[in-house]
């Protein structure tokens, strides 16, 4: 896509025209594909780990093994439905994503060919 065509598609997604180039607006996905509960009950739950353990992405901060017991929480999950573990590991998830340390960490797009499994 060349600037121009970008530029295009993004102010008629702002101005929510539909053309053939984007078959529904953005700015409709970008309510609907978005759950600002589950936000808020995040946002909120990072506020008091913030109290508890200190700030985001802080220097002074101690590193944390979270991967373990994000498998943990959502076999938690799995087996009481309790949304609140869904909150804690996207939670964790994003600390991760913020604070890890990993020598390997890295960041890059792929589509792996593997989906999740429509339940009949």
Not at 29 to 47: A, G, H, Q, V
Not at 85 to 110: A, P, R, T
Request: hydrophobic content about 30%.
């Amino acid at each position: 896509m060349t600037v121009t065509e970008y530029l295009r598609e993004h102010l008629h997604t702002r101005m929510g025209i539909v053309d053939h180039i984007s078959p529904e607006p953005v700015g409709n996905l970008e309510i609907s594909e978005w759950d600002y509960r589950f936000e808020t009950l995040c946002r909120n739950r990072l506020i008091m780990g913030a109290i508890r353990y200190g700030r985001m992405g802080a220097l002074d901060k101690p590193q944390w093994d979270r991967i373990p017991d994000m498998i943990r929480r959502l076999k938690e999950y799995s087996r009481t439905h309790n949304e609140e573990l869904l909150v804690d590991v996207s939670n964790l998830c994003q600390l991760e994503f913020v604070e890890g340390k990993h020598v390997d960490k890295h960041f890059k797009s792929v589509d792996d060919g593997q989906h999740t499994k429509r339940k009949v």
